[in-house]
């Protein structure tokens, strides 16, 4: 069975500072890997991607994958008040259109 | 485009009622996903289809549930009958084929179903 484990949090962190997001998964043929956000009462929206191992850069959004250790993360850098939301971490495997999702983490900005 | 179009946004039923959820995906995506999410369980695929056609049910929790998909812009969930443990907030999202699977799910914007 294929799962994707986040901690549920929530994680808190001050206004600036950077948030990390982490993911593990538990199945080694998965090759495409999605963050979502989620606002309360919202729907998924993608913020990043990534597919080969390394870090990924857009803005204060980082995505770094390690294939070897099955984990990928998010790191937000600067964070505003504006980021609270649930970060769900999405994995697919090779050859797959279908993502699994992790439960999601709760994140908050405190001014 | 307008995205996925999911209706109606709320529903609050009686326990025994049939309920049905409705979708349109965005026009040209060859995938279809019905989702369920719950603070237990996050987010469960209950459902896709591939061109209209149900590829893997597997997800759907009961023969209560049934999906259908009868042409490319347009999908029904139905829950018959419905109970209160249906709670929760159906998502639909499309995809479309590519020359990789690293495409991106866009989601609709739910239907938080209440069964009282």
């Known amino acids: 069975q294929k799962e994707v484990e986040q901690n549920s949090g929530p994680l808190s962190v001050p206004e600036g500072a950077i948030a990390s997001l982490n993911c593990t998964y538990s199945?080694?043929?998965?090759?495409?890997f999605f963050w979502y956000r989620q606002y309360s009462g919202k729907s998924p929206e993608l913020i990043m991607s990534?597919?080969?191992?390394g870090d990924k850069e857009d803005g204060r959004f980082t995505a770094q994958l390690n294939k070897a250790s099955q984990y990928v993360s998010l790191l937000i850098r600067d964070s505003q008040p504006s980021d609270s939301a649930t970060y769900l971490c999405?994995?697919?495997?090779?050859?797959?259109?279908?993502?699994?999702f992790g439960r999601g983490t709760s994140l908050i900005v405190h001014p | 485009d307008a995205g996925v179009i999911q209706s109606p946004r709320h529903e609050v039923t009686e326990m025994g009622q049939e309920v049905t959820l409705r979708c349109k995906p965005i026009?040209?995506?060859?995938?279809l996903f019905w989702y369920r999410q719950t603070m237990m369980r996050g987010l469960e695929l209950l459902i896709y289809?591939?061109?209209?056609?149900?590829?893997?049910d597997s997800g759907m929790p009961e023969d209560r549930f049934s999906a259908k998909m009868p042409n490319a812009s347009f999908s029904t969930l139905k829950i018959q009958p419905s109970e209160p443990r249906d709670s929760a907030v159906y998502f639909c999202?499309?995809?479309?084929?590519?020359?990789?699977?690293?495409?991106?799910?866009?989601f609709g914007q739910g239907t938080r179903l209440t069964v009282v």
């Open positions: 990534i597919y080969s191992n």
């Open positions: 999202a499309s995809t479309p084929w590519g020359r990789t699977t690293n495409t991106e799910a866009f």
């Open positions: 289809f591939n061109n209209n056609v149900p590829i893997d």
């Open positions: 199945d080694r043929g998965s090759q495409s």
């Open positions: 999405a994995v697919k495997q090779g050859g797959s259109y279908i993502p699994t």
């Open positions: 026009s040209g995506h060859d995938y």
